[in-house]
């Protein structure tokens, strides 16, 4: 497939890599040449041009392609370059867009009919993730997959929860049937666990369950369940709004915003919440709201650094949950290391999301969920394929990929050893970067 990625900022660097490494033909293109000039790794290739002119779009092979993404920081610039590659000849557009106006569906027929295929909205995606996180505080990320037959915990396990200490083929012989260790984040290294590797105190796990059985990994971890219901969310942006639009009305809402406008904002677009502003002392602010009293404290400023501080603040303080975004995506591992709580990015978040409706139209694969340094796909086994030929322990995958969960028949169910893979079956797999092609074969050949 010949695609072509305008921006070359973290979103469209991200993609175009997972892209090229699948052997797609990939053209990256941005009108910064520091920005391209920085970018050395194999099968891509780049070009300095404005994503809104004719003669770049023509350069950079639009015509000929099969897609066209625009991810450029600026709005405007990607629905107006997506106008032009669909009228150049693109066979699919998609655009990275400001505006939840976007996401309704007569706006996305509007758009479609002058050539944007796709609309993808971070704050959107943000949005949700964050009201995963606070639906289920237990849990640092709460992700559906396989259109929600199967769930994926992430679970930072202490000293004293029942499964620290213990292998994971004891773990599996007690809760096959409820949920499988899909991988394990141990400081900055993320393990795809084997059976005599042990779980550690201080481990992030991630856990492939059905929802229905969730309860039995949060007893699993030894957490307590809470009903969260008062929330301080730091930071009056989009973010913080669309976080609202997905919490229903039982939750007690107070945004802290220094921005007059954006205060103003927040109150006219939310206006169930109460809003602090004109506040620039924040920790005296926490304070005066007894921060301790709250049981999320929500970080979504500009500044990332100034969101991790504020929530190892708020932790201090007594606050039960800590939720921060940060903008680049090294730093997702450097805030959960640091004990702070649930981390979103709204960069891999959109990346994924762009990555997953691509391959949508494939039903052989579709990307579910990143782990920064490994993905989650879920991959639909074909007739003949190597995975459907014995079962799983008969199968020797290759080192550093696992099977976490499937769905047969609109079910889902636990991956075990004795597990067999039949054709048509949706299955869970997490495996490095790198390894996504070969996976794929092992699904299709």
């Not at 103003?264 to 304070?287: A, F, R, W």
Request: net charge negative; charged share 20%.
């Amino acid at each position: 497939m010949k695609i072509v990625i305008a921006g070359a900022q973290e979103v469209g660097t991200h993609l175009a890599k997972l892209l090229a490494k699948e052997n797609h033909d990939v053209v990256l293109m941005d009108s910064d040449i520091k920005l391209i000039s920085q970018l050395t790794f194999m099968n891509l290739m780049t070009m300095v041009g404005k994503p809104t002119s004719i003669h770049s779009l023509k350069e950079a092979g639009v015509p000929e392609c099969n897609l066209f993404i625009a991810v450029t920081p600026d709005e405007s610039t990607n629905i107006h370059a997506c106008i032009l590659a669909a009228n150049l000849g693109a066979r699919r557009t998609m655009a990275r867009v400001d505006n939840y106006e976007t996401q309704k569906a007569d706006s996305a027929e509007f758009y479609k009919r002058i050539g944007i295929s796709d609309l993808v909205y971070p704050e959107m995606l943000g949005g949700q993730f964050i009201a995963a996180a606070i639906a289920r505080p237990w849990a640092r990320q709460s992700v559906s997959l396989c259109d929600g037959n199967l769930l994926l915990l992430a679970v930072k396990v202490r000293d004293g929860a029942p499964i620290v200490g213990q292998k994971l083929m004891d773990i599996g012989r007690m809760h096959h049937e409820a949920f499988h260790v899909a991988a394990i984040r141990r400081d900055e290294d993320l393990i795809i666990p084997r059976g005599n590797d042990v779980v550690q105190n201080e481990d992030l796990v991630y856990f492939v369950t059905l929802p229905h059985k969730a309860d039995v990994v949060r007893f699993a971890c030894g957490k307590k369940n809470r009903d969260l219901r008062r929330i301080i969310v730091l930071g009056g942006n989009r973010l913080g709004i669309q976080l609202c639009y997905y919490l229903n009305r039982k939750y007690d809402i107070v945004f802290i915003e220094d921005d007059e406008l954006n205060a103003n904002h927040v109150m006219d677009s939310v206006p169930q919440v109460k809003v602090i502003k004109g506040m620039k002392n924040y920790i005296e602010t926490l304070q005066d709201l007894n921060i301790n009293e709250h049981d999320t404290f929500v970080a979504v400023g500009p500044d990332s650094d100034s969101n991790i501080l504020a929530c190892l603040t708020a932790k201090k303080m007594g606050v039960g949950k800590s939720i921060v975004e940060v903008g680049d995506v090294e730093q997702v591992t450097m805030a959960q290391n640091l004990n702070i709580g649930s981390t979103v990015n709204k960069k891999s978040l959109t990346a994924a999301s762009i990555y997953q409706i691509l391959l949508d139209s494939d039903k052989t694969n579709a990307k579910c969920f990143s782990l920064i340094d490994a993905e989650v796909v879920d991959l639909t086994a074909q007739n003949n394929a190597t995975i459907t030929l014995k079962p799983v322990m008969e199968l020797r995958l290759p080192k550093g990929i696992t099977l976490g969960g499937l769905v047969r028949n609109g079910v889902g169910q636990t991956v075990t050893g004795q597990t067999h893979i039949q054709p048509g079956d949706q299955v869970v797999v997490i495996c490095p970067n790198e390894s996504i092609a070969t996976v794929q074969e092992l699904f299709t050949k």
